[in-house]
C-alpha cells in the first residue's frame, strides 16, 4: 500500500511541475510573438525573424512532449480533472 501512496505523490507531483512548465513555455512564446520580440530570457534582440521561428519551433515541440507525458499520465491514473486543459490550439 505504500508503494502505492509514494507512486500517487510522485505522480501528482510531477503532474504539478509539468504543468507549470507548460504555462511558462505557452507565456514565452506568447512574448515571442510580439513585434520586434526579444528573448525573454536573456532580453537579446534578434537579427533575423527566421531565429524567432525557430526557437517558437522548438518551445512547442517541448510543449507537445509536455502534454503527451502529462495525458499519460491522467490516464494511467483516470483523472479527468487535467484532461483537455492542455492543448496547443492557441499556439498554432
Known sequence: MKTVVNVAVFVSSTRGHLTAVDYMFKKYIEK???HDPACPLCHRPFDEQNEVDEL????????IIIIIIIEGFNVATGSRKYMCRMTMSRYD
Do not use: D, G, K, V
Open 32 to 34: 515571442l510573438r510580439t
Open 56 to 63: 517558437i519551433s522548438e518551445a512547442r515541440r517541448h510543449l
